[in-house]
T-cell receptor, first 113, second 110 residues
Framework: EPEVTQTPSHQVTQMGQEVILRCVPI?????FYWYRQILGQKVEFLVS????????KSEIFDDQFSVERPDGSNFTLKIRSTKLEDSAMYFC???????????FGPGTRLLVL | GENVEQHPSTLSVQEGDSAVIKCTYS??????FPWYKQELGKRPQLIID?????GEKKDQRIAVTLNKTAKHFSLHITETQPEDSAVYFC?????????FGAGTRLAVHP
C-alpha cells in the first residue's frame, strides 16, 4: 500500500538557521498539506497546496515559512530562520482530491536549540 | 475560524468495555469528520470517517455517529482491547484543511 514518506526523521538545528523538510506524497495524489504537532499537543494545520499554489494557510504559516513542489514527486517545507518555538513534529499529508481522506507521513521531529 | 472541542481528554477503561469520545464543532459548513489514532511517536492513522450526508458509520468494533443539527460527532469503540490504547483525535474537514481536536488519551487495562 502506498504511503507518504518524509525525510529526515529527525533534525536538530541552531536558532536562526534555515531548515528544509522533505515529503514524497502518494504518487497519484494532487493535494498536499503540512501540519505540525508540538509535543503533547494537538495537530495543527499549517498550509495546503494544489496545482503549484497555496490553497490555504494558517496564522502559524508566516513569512518565515514557504512550501515548494520542486519536481514531480517532492513537496518541501522551508523555515527560513528557525525559532525555539518551531520545535515540533512536522507531518506532511496528501489526498487524492478536494476534501478527500488525508494520509499522513511519519513526520520529521525538528528540535531548535 | 473553525473550533473543535474534544472530550474527555483522558479515558481509562477495562478490557472488553466500551469507550466513547465526543467532539463538537462550530462551522456548520464543515462536511467531513475523520477520526485518527496516534500511537506514541507515530503518525496519525485514519481509523474511520464520516461525511455530512450520513448519520452513522460502522467498521467492526468502531463506529462514528454524526448529528449535524447539534454539530457534534462521536467515536464508539466496543469490546476494547489493550492494543486500542493510544491518543485519538477527531478532526473536522472543509475543502482545504483538517482542524483537529485536542485529543483523548485512551488507556485500556487488561
Amino acid at each position: 500500500e502506498p504511503e507518504v514518506t518524509q525525510t529526515p526523521s529527525h533534525q536538530v538545528t541552531q536558532m536562526g538557521q534555515e531548515v528544509i523538510l522533505r515529503c514524497v506524497p502518494i504518487s497519484n495524489h494532487l493535494y498536499f498539506y503540512w501540519y505540525r504537532q508540538i509535543l503533547g499537543q494537538k495537530v495543527e494545520f499549517l498550509v495546503s497546496f494544489y496545482n503549484n499554489e497555496i490553497s490555504e494557510k494558517s496564522e502559524i504559516f508566516d513569512d518565515q515559512f514557504s512550501v515548494e513542489r520542486p519536481d514531480g514527486s517532492n513537496f518541501t517545507l522551508k523555515i527560513r530562520s528557525t525559532k525555539l518555538e518551531d520545535s515540533a513534529m512536522y507531518f506532511c499529508a496528501s489526498s487524492l482530491g478536494h476534501g478527500e481522506t488525508q494520509y499522513f507521513g511519519p513526520g520529521t521531529r525538528l528540535l531548535v536549540l | 475560524g473553525e473550533n473543535v472541542e474534544q472530550h474527555p481528554s483522558t479515558l481509562s477503561v477495562q478490557e472488553g468495555d466500551s469507550a466513547v469520545i465526543k467532539c463538537t464543532y462550530s462551522d456548520s459548513a464543515s462536511n467531513y469528520f475523520p477520526w485518527y489514532k496516534q500511537e506514541l511517536g507515530k503518525r496519525p492513522q485514519l481509523i474511520i470517517d464520516i461525511r455530512s450526508n450520513v448519520g452513522e458509520k460502522k467498521d467492526q468494533r468502531i463506529a462514528v455517529t454524526l448529528n449535524k443539527t447539534a454539530k457534534h460527532f462521536s467515536l464508539h469503540i466496543t469490546e476494547t482491547q489493550p492494543e486500542d490504547s493510544a491518543v485519538y483525535f477527531c478532526a473536522v474537514g472543509g475543502y482545504n484543511k483538517l482542524i483537529f481536536g485536542a485529543g483523548t488519551r485512551l488507556a485500556v487495562h487488561p
